[in-house]
């Protein structure tokens, strides 16, 4: 996010956050094809390898934005995206393959969406606001698409959650809390944690939950 100032502008409000948007989106080109090696279903993967197809568009929407802008384009370090995809490093560093891994990655990724649907919602607005409907029309088509990979990634964690939950009941008692969405806001992650290291070694329940737990 861009720090605002009293005489900042919203025209040099949009650029900041065109940078920070392009820096973002440049983050997930190199992280997606990792998480995409770290899933084990195969939907999963192809959603999110064709995501990568989809994010190397954007990137060179946000290119084209800037120049219909005559601005040069030039990231700025985007720390919130940063931040999502270190978790996601963590949580397929700490875990063994399997469905419950692939729950996590999709927690992760639709973090990444949201956070971008965010963003070019507001980069949208202020485009419009400032007369630039070409670059408000741009960033609406990169809108679509982050809407539409946030709602396959919905239906594939629905789909598998089944998968995970059976796998966890075998050797965790709290599996059936897993698909529970009216939990308390800190308990789904953490019971989906607990599969994940009860199937891997000890070490990564300390670590996995210290490393969220954090966060809350
Ligand atoms: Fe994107
Ligand atoms: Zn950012
Ligand atoms: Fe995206």
Known sequence: ????????????????????????????????P??????????????????LAETEQQVSRVEQAFELLNESAKTKTCAGMMGIVEEGSELIKESDKGAALDA??????????????????????????????????????SLEEEKAA????????EAGLNDAAASASESDDDAEEVGDEDEDEDKP???????MAAGGNGNGR???????GGRR
């Open 1 to 32: 996010m861009p720090t605002a100032t009293t005489d900042t502008t919203l025209k040099s409000l949009l650029i900041d956050e065109l940078r920070d948007i392009y820096h973002a989106e440049r983050q997930l080109v190199r992280a997606l």
């Open 34 to 51: 990792k998480l995409a090696k770290a899933a084990t279903s195969p939907d999963l993967r192809e959603a999110l390898e064709s995501h």
């Open 104 to 141: 996590g990655i999709i927690a992760g990724a639709q973090r990444a969406e949201h956070y971008e649907m965010a963003a070019y919602g507001s980069l949208m607005a202020w485009a419009r606001a400032l007369g630039h409907d070409d670059v408000a029309e741009l960033l609406s088509e």
């Open 150 to 157: 946030d709602k396959k990634l919905t239906e594939l964690a």
């Open 189 to 195: 992650r953490s019971k989906r944690q607990a599969p």
């Open 206 to 212: 300390g670590k996995a939950s210290r490393t969220r």
